[in-house]
């Protein structure tokens, strides 16, 4: 399982593979009118600098999908949901969710080659499964979702990883998406 994960985390197809969901989760959004007004929405994507991305990747993986009202006396932003950007984490969402599956424990010796691989402290790693059994867990979001898995809150997120099909890619895949709605805005993802 470890391997698995270290193989995904590492893996540039993967990331060009979510960049190309956002993309298209970017289109649809872009053809679009502002949510105010009505009037139609440019481009304003933004820079991210995730942590932990494999090198050799391009700077469109630091990009923000973002659209602005065009009208000028508004301007409102839009900014569609993510597969790759959690909220204002500054780790990718995979490596939010596959780290904090690892179920058996976060001994030194597994520490030190997630430190190594994607530069995530043993702190950043409690905080984010502190985040999954509280904020998480209370959201109105889980509270409509539950039933995916009902027995298992306190193995999230690796009960909902496995209530999805296929292999453990395909998995975190699906759960990416399931997470899409609540990666824009602001509330649940603001407590971390
Ligand atoms: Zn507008």
Redesign the pocket.
Known sequence: MEQTIQNILADKRFYEMLLGFDREIAETAHEGR??????KLHCGSFTRKPRGVPAGLGPEQCERFSFC???RD???RETPSSLRFLGRKVFLGAMVVLISAMQSGLNPARMRRLKALVGVSRRTVLRWRDWWHSAFTESPFWGAHRALAPAATADLPASLLQSFDGAIERQLISLLRFLAPITTGRGLLQAI
């Open positions: 502002c949510q105010r007004c009505g009037a009202c065009a009208a508004c301007r409102k």
